[in-house]
């Protein structure tokens, strides 16, 4: 009984030193990720540390991350896959070779259940799915899914919603195969380790917005500055025309032709 109750206390121990340890890495790591994310001024290394510090958060061996689109598509922009080297999307230079993902049936206008992506778009629910060769249904047709195109079958998959400031799902960003940090072992995505994860996709969909909003607020006044520029050119034009000179220089000017058109008239010296 002795040995028990000390194996217990044992594995007790080792549970709250782990979970202090998240919750340390939420404050020192999480957060500092997020307001990292909030100065960044490019699009697409803003995408590419999203991704790649959530991979190297839970240690994950794929990352993925997917932008809705004004036509309700799901495009890939940023595809990370350690298990075959694939890098794909953001600043890499090389287009994702996947299609969109359709969030919601273009015939029945029903949602797209088959992926899980888009189910997450539509329920603005977090999906974790912890083994996934024994899942049924639409799980599975995912995972089946994400082996055909990538050619291994994940083990664990979270699938997170990014929301913006309005609460919008703008994007999606999937895990798959967290690793044990001790062991290398892939692990489910745990529930303090998803809910770390909502914390930083929660901050990235913040920062992506913010970034989107900036980015239209300068187009704004560019297009604003533009328009200015043109209606001061258009004055100064209109004051040139209307000034005594110019009114004087066009008087002489038809005064010119008038002469060389009569007979006898001097024809204007080329040049």
């Not at 539509?122 to 899942?135: L, R």
């Not at 291994?152 to 195969?177: A, H, I, K, W």
Request: net charge negative.
């Amino acid at each position: 009984t002795f040995n028990t109750m000390t194996s217990q206390l044992q594995r007790t121990l080792r549970q709250v030193t782990r979970e202090k340890k998240r919750a340390d890495d939420l404050l020192n790591v999480v957060i500092p990720i997020g307001v990292q994310l909030s100065a960044e001024k490019d699009l697409a290394r803003l995408l590419g540390r999203m991704v790649m510090d959530a991979m190297t958060f839970c240690h994950a061996r794929t990352g993925i991350l997917y932008l809705r689109t004004e036509d309700n598509f799901l495009r890939y922009v940023i595809l990370r896959c350690e298990v075959n080297d694939l890098y794909a999307g953001g600043t890499t230079g090389v287009a994702v070779p996947f299609k969109s993902v359709p969030i919601a049936d273009p015939a029945s206008s029903q949602p797209n259940t088959d992926s899980m992506p888009a189910a997450v778009v539509t329920s603005g629910a977090t999906v974790n799915i912890a083994d996934g060769p024994s899942t049924r249904g639409s799980e599975r047709v995912e995972i089946l899914d994400f082996k055909t195109k990538l050619g291994f079958e994940p083990t664990s998959m979270l699938t997170l919603p990014l929301t913006n400031t309005q609460r919008e799902v703008v994007g999606v960003l999937q895990l798959v195969d967290a690793r044990d940090p001790e062991t290398n072992q892939i692990v489910p995505f745990d529930r303090n380790l998803q809910q770390m994860m909502e914390s930083l996709s929660a901050l990235a969909g913040v920062a992506m917005d913010s970034y989107l909003r900036e980015q239209a607020l300068r187009q704004e006044i560019e297009q604003l500055r533009i328009e200015i520029d043109e209606s001061k050119r258009q004055k100064q034009v209109s004051e040139i025309v209307d000034s005594d000179f110019f009114q004087d220089l066009q008087s002489k000017a038809r005064s010119l032709r008038t002469r060389t058109r009569q007979p006898g008239g001097t024809e204007p010296t080329p040049g």
